[in-house]
């Protein structure tokens, strides 16, 4: 059986407790791998190697630290189909939308990075004839990045990869229920020669390596991605040592359809923003709202859409809907479908597991793409974050009405708006409390944007000038003239 171990100073280390706990496929409720299971002692020796290394690749000119990123890059797209299979086995995910999504975009956040170093620029200001000020911006040292098991290697190279390319070193903690990639990454940084202790993965529970790291005090700056109630413990552990810290949390995103939309548009990308991935993007769209004279026609035409996804083995290339993660959150997803009806919502599609699957997932943890309507926007479902493929409508009379459902929860991640009038797409957009808001689209990415949430959606702000500003430090320097 396969043994994931910490990469640690340039090798793989067992975890100092010797203990492993199992990686599930979820497709198949198999277990395919054992994961080191890892506390304070091996953080402790990540960051160690981390503050070593940092001595020389902070000063590493960034021409040579591009070129060993541009190389990482190259070798994830030249083992493109082995990290796909691995990242649908290990998640559940479709194997068609790990090579279209997840191992292209770890390509991207590498040579995004790689090439940004090079045109990264500073600021001066005169202050009259009296001085010159200018800023130079440094790394702060070991950056400590923890990454969810929902896209694991698109995120944690969203984190490495400008980490690194600031000159920080690193010390990465992917979830314990998605470790592969991040194993293969590890060898592949070795094979591109980034040296011993620039990157380093420790791997095991949250509750254990996740904290050490939170709570190292070597460790001056955190970004995670993951869920809120994670966030504020991360944010607690962290704020008494005075952490620099991102933080991506999770949503709730509306998906608000005027009746002027086109439908056939709205209705195909809807389909894409509420069960992509198994709904568990932190940007899907769980929460829809219709404009009242084109609701019925909508909804028919989404519902019909939504009996029409593929649900089945992930390994088939034709499968749109895969595996949920693991039985805990099947049972959690499920939890909120038993909840939406004693709420008293109507179940118009799914809410099931499927019944006729292929012989190998018989054991895996599906559920049916579901869609439930009737539920007032104060109701539970429509509060919390489900993270499955479950989505709810709602009608909407006004864009006023349609502005208060959307803002009505505790979140502000994103929000998608149809609509063909300039003038309400602008001012909708603007009035959504919505770290972005996409317009007749979904999931349209630049990663130069800006990249986070309001609310208790996050605090801060990735995407490329402003992870580069996040994993540097300023330092102001005034000269008398
Ligand atoms: P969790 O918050 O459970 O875990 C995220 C990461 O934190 C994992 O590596 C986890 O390790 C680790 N962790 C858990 N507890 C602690 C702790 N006390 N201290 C430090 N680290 C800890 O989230 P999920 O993995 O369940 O991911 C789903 C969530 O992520 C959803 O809420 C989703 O919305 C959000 N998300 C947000 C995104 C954004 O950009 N805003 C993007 C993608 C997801 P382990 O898993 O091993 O326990």
Redesign the pocket.
Known sequence: MKRVLNFIDGEFRPPCSGRYIPDVDPATGQVIAEIAESGPADVDAAVAAASRAFESWRKTPAEERSRLLLRVAELIEENFDELARLESEDNGKPIALSRRMDVPRAVLNFRFFATAILHAETRAHMTDDRALNYTLRAPLGVAGL??????PLY?LTWKIAPAVAAGNCCVA??????PLTADRLAALTVEAGIPPGVINIV?????S???A??SHPKVPLIS????????A??MA?AGPLFKKVS?????KNPNIVFADADLEQAVATSIQSSFSNQG????CGSRLFVERAIYDEFLARFVDATKKLRIGDPQDSSTDVGAL?SEP?LRKVEGYVELAKEEGGAILAGGNRPADLPQRVRGGYFLEPTVITGLDCARRVMQE?I?GPVVTVTPFDSPDEAIAYANGTRYG?SASVWTRDLQNAHRVAAALDS?TVWVNTWLLRDLRVP???MKE??VGR?GGFDSLQFFTEAKNVCIKL
Do not use: Y
């Open positions: 923890i990454s969810p098991w929902n896209l995120l903690k992917p979830s314990e229920l998605t791997h095991g529970p949250g509750a390596a996740g904290r790291l939170t995670f991605t993951g869920g809120t109630k994670t966030g413990d991360v552990c933080l991506e949390l999770g949503g568990e993007i932190c940007l993660v959150h974050e993270f991640l770290g990249f986070g949430g959606s996050g990735e």
